[in-house]
């Protein structure tokens, strides 16, 4: 089992950047796959990255593509999500997620942290 806490989100203006950290204990978090999800009051949660146990693959929504980027730290035990470009839309609550990489894609996971929100200004 994993513990997850993400930290990093605030409020930022429209075109700046945001990194999200996810600390992992419990378990070493190259276990699992890792990923991304945010939502709104409004919105179903929507995946936003997942990065492979192995760290060689990544997906990321076509909304995020280019402007997004899922990494993580071993050592640290730790994943980020480095949010460049940010658009009002992008606000949400973030969260980060353990699980198997086929199923994070798919909106699934096995353990999630709390959240963090995440505010773009225009």
């Known amino acids: 089992q994993v513990q997850l806490v993400e930290s990093g989100g605030g409020l930022v203006q429209a075109g700046g950047s945001l990194r999200l950290s996810c600390a992992a204990s419990?378990?070493?978090?190259?276990?699992?796959?890792a990923g991304w999800f945010r939502q709104t009051p409004k919105k179903e949660r929507e995946f936003v990255a997942a990065?492979?146990?192995?760290?060689?693959?990544?997906v990321y929504a076509d909304s995020v593509k280019g402007r997004f980027t899922i990494s993580r730290d071993n050592a640290k035990n730790t994943v980020y999500l480095q949010m460049n470009a940010l658009k009002p839309e992008d606000t949400a609550v973030y969260y980060c997620?353990?699980?198997?990489?086929?199923?994070?894609?798919?909106?699934?996971?096995?353990?999630r942290g709390q959240g963090t929100q995440v505010t773009v200004s225009s």
């Open positions: 990065l492979s146990r192995t760290a060689i693959s990544t």
């Open positions: 997620a353990a699980g198997g990489f086929a199923t994070l894609t798919t909106g699934s996971y096995d353990y």
């Open positions: 419990g378990r070493t978090v190259s276990s699992y796959a």
